[in-house]
């Protein structure tokens, strides 16, 4: 991409991991940091904001979402190894992440590699698997507000929980992060993510367009086998359906409609408070209008 883009009345399905959803009034997809700083200083795009990575986490709905959506993916992407520990940009994939610091004798991050979104995304969510969560190794972050300016808060200034991150101030996002993952010569990172990927690989449906777990784990429970208990696997509506390989997983089967998975959503949740007594807490974020 050689210049920032603007679209009008762009389709979002081709920005989510679910690929679902209406179309944006705005899409702004910035090339760097200097270019949404520029974009948002100059205060004449519509408003609200709303900024997303790979969209791995949200469901779109039909009807698309208001005012300007920011693209982070493919821009804000570097990663300095800083004296104050490891830079990562919000635009940069988790895997990505993962990755190259793992080459560079990293130890820690290998959890990344699990996590299918940005780190802006989560930042944003306090993402993690495998026994690790995202807050657990960032000491400060780098915000942005709706007018361009750039702001580094640390770590205390935020309210943080299993997959929640509660930000002093509603109207900064994410733009990246310093880490403490330390370097160890005679740890094999690179292993550790062969076997994680080898895990999500057999337990997980990657072949076909999902957000990941759709509902957070409850305490001392699985949320996958609470749905499972319930005789969930395989619901379906429309062009969606409760994955067989793991029930916390809403697939697309083919040109499903963000209604299809939404329906399945709120019936999974009836069920299961219903029949265990458990009222799931949604991982995944909607966002968007229903379809008039």
């Not at 690929?19 to 609200?48: C, M, Q, S, W």
């Not at 205390?156 to 403490?180: C, H, Q, T």
Request: with cysteine; hydrophobic share 40%.
């Amino acid at each position: 991409m050689t210049s920032a883009l603007i679209l009008k009345k762009e389709p979002l399905n081709k920005y989510n991991s679910w690929r679902v959803g209406g179309f944006a009034d705005i899409l702004f997809i910035p090339r760097n940091l200097e270019d949404l700083k520029n974009f948002l200083k100059k205060e004449t795009y519509v408003k609200p904001l709303t900024f997303i990575g790979l969209g791995s986490n949200i469901l779109v709905r039909d009807g698309g979402i208001r005012g300007t959506v920011v693209v982070m993916h493919a821009a804000l992407n570097e990663i300095q190894i800083t004296d104050e520990g490891v830079y990562a940009e919000a635009g940069n994939t988790c895997a990505r992440i993962a990755k190259h610091l793992a080459k560079e004798h990293f130890v820690g991050e290998e959890f990344f590699a699990g996590i299918p979104g940005t780190v802006g995304g989560a930042l944003a969510m306090n993402s993690g698997c495998y026994g690790s969560e995202t807050w657990n190794y960032v000491t400060k972050v780098h915000m942005i507000d709706e007018t361009g300016n750039l702001v580094t808060r640390s770590k205390d200034m935020f309210g943080i929980s299993y997959r929640e991150v509660i930000k002093p101030n509603l109207n900064e996002w994410f733009v990246g992060a310093w880490f403490n993952f330390k370097k160890d010569m005679d740890a094999d990172p690179e292993s550790k993510i062969k076997e994680y990927l080898n895990h999500r690989k057999n337990t997980q449906p990657l072949s076909w367009p999902t957000a990941g777990s759709t509902f957070r784990n409850p305490k001392d429970t699985f949320a996958a086998k609470l749905i499972e208990e319930c005789g969930l696997k395989g619901f379906r509506v429309g062009n969606a359906e409760v994955s067989d390989k793991h029930a916390n997983f809403i697939i697309n089967l083919g040109n499903a409609s963000a209604k299809d998975i939404e329906s399945i959503i709120d019936h999974v949740e009836s069920e299961v408070l219903n029949k265990k007594g458990v009222k799931l807490e949604r991982e995944v974020k909607i966002l968007g209008d229903f379809l008039n």
